[in-house]
């Protein structure tokens, strides 16, 4: 392995990711989306493992829970968006970032705990891309640490359709979103009991299945292109008389060395 190559783990061919199912409920005009995640789990705690990332028990189960409701909206969102989303708290002081590309199918992830801004109270951003259109963002504020109930804030208030979260058992979570003349009543009033049987209690049609792979897709150019700005402003101050550095992915934590040989020549390249 050369110093300037990255020790992000490789996509595994042979992954046959992780499957979502989306059903919409006849005569309640509602969409159910759900997903057992205890593979994608396990996902993130490898690639955690092999970067030498550490993070608090506490941190780690608000991630899952934020991961899990990510990737259900994912799967009820159209396929040509890219999204990502930033939830900070403030109660523990931690931000969660995921970012998900309904194209290819991929989401990743990280929790910063580390020089993290203390604010007035707790928010939600969403940046939404598809292609041909500029950037959307949203902004909701929330309470309390529960990652879900973010999300639920953030469709109610900005998506302007709310939806509810039900973690059933261990690691199998459900999403209910409402639709256009959704049976409000019966809505508000679901419970994970209700959830648990609402195949035979309810008439659902499979819409689609989407399968999900954790990967981030960074690599050294990707890296390169973030720290050419302060390559270009002061070299010397960047690498601080070490011949590399070493930065983390913002998306996935990922470690990548880089050398001032190659980054030179990468800024050289750009240039022209």
């Known amino acids: 392995m050369s110093e300037n190559t990255t020790v992000s783990t490789p996509p595994n061919p042979a992954d046959a990711g992780h499957e979502i199912r989306t059903y919409f409920v006849r005569n309640r005009n509602a969409l159910v989306a759900r997903g057992f995640f205890s593979e994608l789990f396990v996902d993130y705690f490898l690639h955690a493992a092999g970067q030498r990332i550490r993070v608090a028990p506490e941190h780690a189960e608000m991630f899952k829970r934020a991961l899990a409701g990510f990737a259900l909206h994912l799967a009820s969102r159209p396929r040509n968006e890219t999204i990502g989303w930033t939830i900070h708290f403030q109660q523990p002081l931690v931000n969660l970032f995921l970012a998900g590309d309904n194209e290819d199918g991929f989401l990743t992830g990280r929790v910063l705990d580390e020089n993290v801004r203390d604010l007035p109270g707790n928010s939600f951003h969403a940046d939404i891309v598809r292609p041909g259109q500029p950037m959307r963002r949203s902004t909701v504020d929330f309470d309390g640490a529960d990652p879900l109930a973010a999300v639920e804030k953030f469709h109610a208030q900005s998506e ?73 402003e002061n070299s010397d101050e960047l690498f601080g008389g070490e011949s590399k550095i070493e930065i983390r992915c913002p998306r996935c934590a990922a470690r990548h060395v880089l050398t001032r040989e190659s980054l030179e020549a990468f800024v050289a390249s750009e240039k022209k």
């Open 160 to 232: 302007q359709r709310p939806c509810r979260f039900f973690q059933l058992a261990g690691e199998d979570f459900v999403m209910v979103g409402e639709q256009p003349d959704c049976d409000k009543a019966w809505f508000d009033a679901l419970t994970p009991d209700a959830m648990r049987t609402i195949d035979t209690t309810e008439t659902l049609a499979l819409l689609e299945k989407r399968v999900y792979r954790w990967r981030c897709g960074c690599d050294q150019r990707r890296m390169m292109q973030v720290v050419a700005p302060a390559m270009m």
